[in-house]
């Protein structure tokens, strides 16, 4: 129903920066509604919420990754990004956009990222590789 794909990801060196793109395949004006999030799972590990977004430009951030990544979002080109700086091997993942209808107060943005039920689409996942 709303298609999510990812891009940007790669391998660099520790302390580098990359710039994650997620385009959605939906009107813009739905898209301005959504709640949209970053997420990234390492290998042996659970998934984790990394970063996301609301409906009205608050964000949220995992406290690994606060200071480091900014996300933000491109109403006009329906895009979402995740830009990552002072990139560390511990952010080495598969690195997931998401998406869910806004403006519900079932689904407050603040714990979205502790809440991955309350996504229901998402990209296919892009890899961050970060080496010593």
């Known amino acids: 129903q709303v298609q999510l794909v990812e891009s940007g990801g790669a391998s660099v060196q520790a302390g580098g920066s990359l710039r994650l793109s997620c385009a959605a395949a939906?009107?813009?004006?739905?898209?301005?509604?959504?709640?949209m999030g970053w997420f990234r799972q390492a290998p042996g590990k659970e998934r984790e919420g990394v970063a996301c977004?609301?409906?009205?430009?608050?964000?949220f951030y995992a406290d690994s990754v606060k200071g480091r990544f900014t996300i933000s979002k491109d109403n006009d080109k329906n895009t979402l990004y995740l830009q990552m700086n002072s990139l560390k091997p511990e952010d080495t993942a598969l690195y997931y956009c998401?998406?869910?209808?806004?403006?519900?107060?079932?689904?407050?943005?603040?714990?979205?990222?502790?809440?991955?039920?309350?996504?229901?689409?998402w990209g296919q996942g892009t890899q961050v590789t970060v080496s010593s």
């Open positions: 977004i609301d409906s009205d430009g608050s964000t």
């Open positions: 939906v009107s813009r004006y739905i898209y301005s509604t959504y709640v």
């Open positions: 998401a998406a869910y209808r806004g403006s519900d107060l079932r689904f407050p943005a603040i714990r979205a990222l502790r809440f991955m039920s309350y996504f229901p689409y």
